[in-house]
């Protein structure tokens, strides 16, 4: 069973830029697709991003695409994604997870393995 912790959440300003990190366990993380997704209150969890387990493949949603670029270190078994341009509806916890193959999916019945999230506030 692999483990995630997601970290490098917070409040920032409109305009501005976060990086969130997730660190995994197990040997078996540079074998599967990685993805980020969010949930605003009152709403339903969504697709941000995810990457092919070679890093070579990304998806993304068309609400990030152009602003996020998600990215992976199997090395160092982890998973990032840079938001740029932040905007007041991408406040959300935003939470990482491991897929059940090593092809990205932009459901989440695609993946199988979930952090705890870090909450994103971004103040207009």
């Known amino acids: 069973q692999v483990q995630l912790v997601e970290s490098g959440g917070g409040l920032v300003q409109a305009g501005g830029s976060l990086r969130l990190s997730c660190a995994a366990s197990?040997?078996?993380?540079?074998?599967?697709?990685m993805g980020w997704f969010r949930q605003a209150p009152g709403k339903e969890r969504e697709f941000v991003a995810a990457?092919?387990?070679?890093?070579?493949?990304?998806l993304y949603s068309d609400s990030v695409k152009g602003r996020f670029a998600i990215s992976r270190d199997n090395d160092n078994i982890a998973v990032y994604l840079q938001m740029n341009n932040l905007k007041p509806e991408d406040t959300a916890v935003y939470y990482c997870a491991r897929g059940y193959s090593s092809w990205p999916g932009e459901r989440a019945s695609d993946f199988g393995s979930w952090g705890q999230g870090t909450q994103v506030t971004v103040s207009s």
């Open positions: 197990g040997r078996t993380f540079s074998s599967y697709a």
């Open positions: 990457i092919r387990w070679s890093g070579d493949t990304t």
